[in-house]
């Protein structure tokens, strides 16, 4: 990249950041002691400003230039993942939503210890979250990595690193100072400039094929290489029966998934009410399903303007299809239309893995201090200060063990390590939720089995498939110590932790607490007594 291009970018990022450093200092100036204001913002935002920053959390690094990255190699086969993230919303919006806000106070812990043993409970469920927590955030670690090396016209590992481990400083600023309050208008900022600048990416691709989207489709297909196999499914899911249930697997962990995310949950209750929560969500479908429309057209616009060979040779993965993209659409390389969009582009997708990466360390040091810590250390009646604390530097401890993932992995497809994350959390945090809200004989047990039942194998799979060792894009090309042929472990780990939690229940000598199925049952479904 150009000179101008490096200079104008730095700018731009270097406002974001000084932006929201500034609201972080303004926000750190409030009370930030209690529980309630640290990890909930005081629950005191609107649907829709929460609707916006639920939006902001969902649509990261993996949706922005991951996704479109993935469509722009593999055309159809990409818009899986487009599908599945918007599709996830319906589960999100039926099935929990309404229930978690009025069950829980929060994290997922809550709604589950609600009438069970709570410190097995509590261990059980923040080892998940801050588990899922960590996958996610070394997506957003990549795509940073990957981002800055563009910018900066290096493929050298040292500026990726740095890019990471910038990344993670100012994450763990955000979120010690500034606790839930400042992450949720950070948040909300970031939405308005990633919808922004992605409608102004459509518009430009739309109007470069005169509004045919017949044409735009024929001419990613004649770049790919591929021909009219280029829009049909199977050029990367369709190979043989192994790539197929790929394919089922990964539709799987992203449409269960989100309703297990952490960071996710924990937005339902920063506004003061379940119907809140309720809209929250249908402002955030809105503004997400927008998005996710929007991504297929670059995706594709992607292919047939810049190519998958232009692409690819930026970065495997395809990590840099839009910011490449942006720059075709300028003008090219030293035009100055081409610099500035480029660098606007650049600017907004670096803005979107910094809001992201503060939210999901939010919810992975609340479940380390009011799950983990709460459970093991801190008396029953103990000071809720010392948990704040605690969250803080748990806040640094992620930031350190994110980091590091994120250099190991930093040549994977952001996309594809979110749907692992996904994966887990539909395997190990879906089955305990859903239990717990509607079985009437669930007990501890079963609670602590469903969890470590989804999330173990899940784990374990990832650990033994092609990830991370056998084939020359793994983690650890070198060696290979894979037994399990999908990338995706969803569609064996996730059963495996609906089941583990049946048969922990049913093997259990405890009853199951009738009185508090029948209190969670009624708070759920009006309200009373809610926090």
């Keep these: 990249m150009t000179g101008d291009h490096q200079t104008l970018a730095l700018l731009l990022f270097s406002g974001f950041v000084a932006v929201t450093l500034g609201i972080t200092t303004w926000v750190s100036r409030r009370r930030q002691g209690s529980a309630d204001e640290f990890y909930a913002g005081g629950r005191l935002f609107s649907p829709l400003e929460n609707g916006f920053a639920i939006a902001g959390d969902y649509m990261s690094a993996a949706s ?19 599908v599945g993230f918007l599709v996830a919303w319906l589960v999100v919006l039926f099935l929990v939503a309404e229930l978690v806000r009025n069950c829980g106070r929060f994290t997922l812990a809550d709604v589950v210890a609600a009438r069970m043993s709570e410190r097995p409970v509590r261990i059980a469920a923040g080892t998940s979250s801050v588990t899922v927590s960590v996958l996610y955030l070394v997506a957003q670690m990549v795509g940073a990595g990957s981002l800055v090396a563009l910018l900066l016209g290096r493929t050298s590992g040292a500026a990726q690193a740095w890019a990471v481990i910038g990344v993670g400083a100012l994450m763990v600023i955000y979120v010690s100072l500034g606790g839930m309050r400042a992450t949720t208008w950070i948040q909300i900022v970031k939405a308005v400039l990633l919808l922004s600048g992605t409608v ?98 670059l ?20 990590n840099t299809a839009v910011p490449l ?32 990466v503060a939210g999901i360390t939010l919810a992975s040091s609340a479940s380390v201090a009011h799950d983990l810590y709460a459970s093991l250390r801190r008396p029953r009646g103990g000071d809720p200060r010392s948990e704040v604390a605690v969250a803080r530097w748990a806040a640094v401890g992620v930031g350190v063990v994110a980091i ?21 959390a539909a ?29 173990l194998p899940a784990i374990g799979l990832v650990l033994l498939s092609p990830v991370v060792s056998g084939s020359p894009g793994s983690l650890f090309p070198a060696v290979d110590f894979q037994y399990f042929p999908l990338e995706n472990p969803g569609i064996v780990s996730i059963p495996l932790g609906f089941l583990a939690g049946w048969l922990g229940t049913v093997t259990s000598d405890e009853v199951g607490d009738e009185a508090g199925y029948a209190e969670t049952e009624v708070r759920s479904l009006t309200g009373a007594g809610a926090v």
């Design 200 to 297: 102004v990416l459509t518009v430009l691709v739309l109007l470069r094929f005169h509004g045919d989207v017949d044409r735009l489709l024929l001419t990613a297909a004649e770049r790919s290489g591929h021909g009219r196999a280029f829009l049909a499914p199977g050029l990367k899911y369709g190979g043989d029966w192994t790539a197929r249930l790929d394919f089922i697997s990964l539709g799987l962990a992203l449409v269960l998934g989100t309703a297990g995310l952490p960071h996710i949950l924990s937005r339902f209750y920063t506004v003061p009410t379940a119907r809140a929560a309720r809209r929250s969500v249908v402002w955030s479908i809105g503004l997400i399903g927008s998005f996710y429309l929007m991504t297929i057209v």
């Design 325 to 356: 993209l942006a720059l075709d659409l300028g003008g090219g390389a030293g035009s100055t239309g081409g610099t500035v969009l480029f660098a606007v582009v650049a600017a907004v997708a670096f803005a979107t893995i910094l809001a992201v």
């Design 299 to 318: 995706g594709f616009g992607a292919a047939a303007v810049v190519g998958p060979a232009a692409v690819r040779g930026s970065n495997a993965a395809g």
């Design 427 to 455: 395997s190990a945090n879906l089955p305990v939720l859903l239990y717990s809200l509607f079985w009437r004989g669930f007990t501890t047990r079963g609670a602590v089995w469903a969890v470590y039942g989804g999330l």
């Design 404 to 424: 590091a993932l994120g250099l190991l992995a930093r040549d994977l497809n952001v996309a594809f390590l979110v749907g692992l994350a996904f994966a887990v």
């Design 64 to 82: 922005f230039l991951g996704i479109t990255g993935i469509i722009a190699l593999y055309g159809y086969d990409g818009l899986l993942y487009s």
